[in-house]
């Protein structure tokens, strides 16, 4: 029988600080307890809506409360943390500690999948926290590229946790006595790709360049693109990046007119950082309006960025068609 390394052996290897290792196994054990809470479904009534708005003025469902507080509540007690941002909270909290690390997550990833029995997910950044005095906003707008570790947790046929720390992209997957073992070494994306993930029913909302390489890749062999594309839109990000890192493609949620005085809909400190971050480290690409996200030097910290991140060389396409306007 094969025998897997667990998370703990595998953090103990790598050159992470013991703070740093700290952080990542509390958000782990976080994620295997939200695991179950998102497993139980209607049986713990933990489905439907919360009754509430948060600061995105998005309809907040129980979930997106509820797992948002077992995140907050277990980094405030993680000794290395001096502060988290979430997209359920409109402001950053400090834990009243000084230095070590600073978290910030979306505890639930694909609110509209919860009630649909649809995998959704949980994402997280890990940033430096400032020397000598408690973190402000501020000091947690820092590049993605200054992201200590980051990686997201999925809840799907099974629930996997997928990291980067200082290198290197692995997947451990949650065994039925609540331990992280590592089932996926170095994962990698593979250059080429006829597999985009788009919401269509924005396409009358895109602008020109979107428009002109998602129409490539429709007129298939023919087309510019030079091949058939397949398309896939779970409508949790975890889940469609996920599927990239395990086979290759392209997700894309670009400006559109809709609002046209958002960038985006994704947020760029919780969501597009530590994803991109994942693609980049498995050798793939990710980028915002052309230049590449993890520079993006964030000036608000629920702001959101357009994002198209996966298999390098249609990223690069699409990048050509904003160069080009
Ligand atoms: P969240 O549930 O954390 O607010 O994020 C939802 C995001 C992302 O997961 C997904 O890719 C996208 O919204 C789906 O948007 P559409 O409903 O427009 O397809
Ligand atoms: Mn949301
Ligand atoms: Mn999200
Ligand atoms: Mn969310």
């Known amino acids: 029988m094969t025998t897997f390394v667990d998370l703990t052996a595998w953090l103990a290897a790598e050159p992470a600080d013991a703070a740093l290792t700290d952080v990542v196994q509390t958000i782990a ?11 139980s479904g209607a049986l713990s009534g ?30 405030k007690a993680c000794g290395p943390v001096a502060g988290l941002a979430s997209e359920e909270m409109e402001e950053v909290e400090p834990t009243g500690r000084v230095g070590g690390y600073l978290v910030t997550f979306d505890p639930l990833d694909g ?47 099974q629930t996997m946790l997928v990291l980067t720390l200082a290198s290197g992209v692995n997947g451990f997957t949650l065994d039925a006595e609540g331990r992280w073992l590592l089932t996926h070494r170095a994962i990698a994306i593979k250059a080429d790709t006829a597999e985009f993930a788009i919401n269509m029913s924005n396409q009358r909302h895109w602008a020109e360049p979107v428009r002109r390489y998602i129409d490539g890749c429709l007129r298939g062999k023919d087309g510019p693109r030079g091949k058939n594309f397949n ?13 990239i890192l395990m086979r290759g493609g392209i997700f894309m949620y670009p400006w559109d007119a809709r609002e046209p005085d958002k960038p985006g809909k994704l947020r760029l400190m919780y969501e597009a950082n530590p994803m991109s971050l994942l693609v980049e480290r498995a050798g793939g690409k990710a980028i915002g309006d052309g230049g590449d996200i993890l520079d993006v030097q964030p000036t608000r910290l629920h702001q959101r960025v357009p994002v198209a991140l996966g298999s390098a060389n249609e990223v690069e396409a699409v990048r050509a068609e904003m160069r080009a306007g």
């Open 29 to 39: 054990a976080t994620c295997a307890r939200i695991s179950r809470v998102v497993a």
């Open 111 to 157: 609110s509209s999948n919860i009630d649909v029995n649809v995998s959704v997910g949980t994402i997280f950044s890990v940033l430096p926290a400032p020397a000598g005095h408690a973190p402000v906003e501020a000091d947690f707008l820092r590049q993605g590229r200054d992201q200590v570790a980051a990686g997201y947790a999925v809840y799907g046929p």
């Open 231 to 243: 398309m896939r839109w779970v409508a949790s990000m975890v889940a469609d990046v996920h599927r």
């Open 46 to 75: 933990s489905l439907g809506a919360a009754g509430s708005i948060n600061v995105q003025d998005e309809e907040q469902k129980k979930l997106d409360v509820i797992t948002n507080d077992m995140l907050s509540e277990a980094l």
